[in-house]
Every structure is written in structure tokens, then in C-alpha cells.
């Protein structure tokens, strides 16, 4: 996507651009207060959190990052697209720009991104807690663990993928159908949000790539000696990621604990923003929660 974000895209007054290779970082930050870092997930982008940013934002400062290839971030890598290497960059970018977080919140894919990043800074002394919204922590089972992957690497390199993609998916309509396969329901504005990224090839080739790079076994391997806390808040109707799948990784960690919230799919903070920030502060008014 094209540099800067036009004035319509959320929060643009608050985007900065951040160079550091191969990345050029797409960063947003608002409110003052301790520190949180937002992620969104796969094909996402920092739009996700529109509706839950300025309910967080008058407690805390909130810095909110496209990653790599998605957005307004440039990722002329791809073989920086998987969940390890994406973790290391985004934990190289917080170390640089000195960002101590009390928590990562992050979304789907993102929540990997930040239990990963958690697992590798906590024994160097910057422990933070991690709040996963609808986490994707399953790695595709049956046909699907090697069908799919194998899918998407081919689709990945194929230079006439992305505009496919784009040429399918970059109108509200499409948008709308995909969102709600996930279980969730949005408004207007986002469909027309989520239309713009679809209708992006560059976004569409960085998703595609990290699709096609992602693998869950270390990090699922090495969960249990997690020490921070960390909260997974699921919707009762995500269709993308099945609520269970919280349910199971948290009973395998020290400190983990799943919320389910009734009515809401996969793009829960998006649909009942006010809902999820509830969730998010209570757990974070915790004597003991994170840093």
C-alpha cells in the first residue's frame, strides 16, 4: 500500500514510518500511560483496532504495528514472513525504539507473534504479560497440515496470485463475505476498511507469504515453560479459529486463562470493541499481572 495512509485510514495523524531492514515499519501510537503493543493478525492491518485503541488509550500508550507485508509496513523479504522470524523483528524493533510493554495484545496469527516474542525476552528480564484475542494456536490438522501450506507456498510465488486475489476481493461485498464466513458482523466502515486492504496486491502477496511460512511446533512445543500470564479471549461464534483451541493451549501453560464472550466471532474487538476492553483492563488490574 502506498505511503502515507490517506486521511482516511484510521488514526493516519498518529502513523509514523520506521526504518529497520529489510522492514520499513508502519507504526502508530496514541495515549499516554504504561505501554501496550497491539498486533493484528493474518491480513490484517492497525485498522483492526479502531474501535478498541481509543477506550485503551485513555488509560494506557498504545503503539500499534502493521506487520511485515501487511498494511503500510514494506517487507521486501518474504523469508522473513514466518511466525519465528516475524517475532524477531518485531522484538528487534521494540528493543530499538526502547518499548517496555506492559502487555502485547494481539489478534489471531498476531497472539502467536506475541507469545513468541514473550518466550524470548522474558528470560533476558522484559517480562510482559500477552492477551490473545480469538488465538490462533492450532496447527492444521489431517490433509489440511500439508495440503494447505503447500497451497499457499505455491500460490505465494506466483507473481499473477496477488493480483487474482485482488481482483476478487477488493469490493465492500467480498469483504462482507469473507468477514462473516469468520463469525463476525461489521460495520460499513469496516467492510470498506477490510475491501481497501483486499483490493491491495502488495498486502495480499505479504499475507500470502506468511501463510505460507507459518508453523506453530515450536512454539506450541515450548508454551508450557512460559512463566508471564497471559489471557485468551474467544468469541462463541468464531468459525475461523475454534474456541477450543484456547481452551487447550492454556491448560498446557503456567499462567494462562480463557474468557469467552458470547455472541462474537473472530473479529470480536472489532464487533463489540467496549466488550473486549473490559475484558483486557480488568485482567491488566491485577495485582500480580505482567510486568
Known sequence: MRWPPPPDWPFAAQSTRIPLPPHEWHVQQLGDGPLLVLLHGAGGATHSWRGLAPILAERFRLVMIDLPGHGYTRSPRASRSGLDAMAEDVARLMQMQGWQPRAVIGHSAGAAVALRISLDLSPRGQRFATVGINPALTPFEGVAGWLFPAMARLLAINPLTPSLFTLRGGSPRQARK???????????????????????RDHVNGALQMMARWSLDRLLAELPRLEAPALFITGDRDR??????????????????????DGLGHLAHEEDPQKVADEILSFLDRPNTGA
Open 240 to 261: 475461523a479459529v475454534a474456541p477450543k483451541v484456547a481452551d487447550r493451549t492454556a491448560a498446557r501453560m503456567q499462567r494462562a486463562e480463557v474468557t469467552r464472550l
Open 178 to 200: 469473507l468477514i462473516e464466513g469468520t463469525g463476525s458482523t461489521l460495520d460499513p466502515e469496516g467492510y470498506r476498511l477490510y475491501a481497501r486492504l483486499l483490493g491491495d
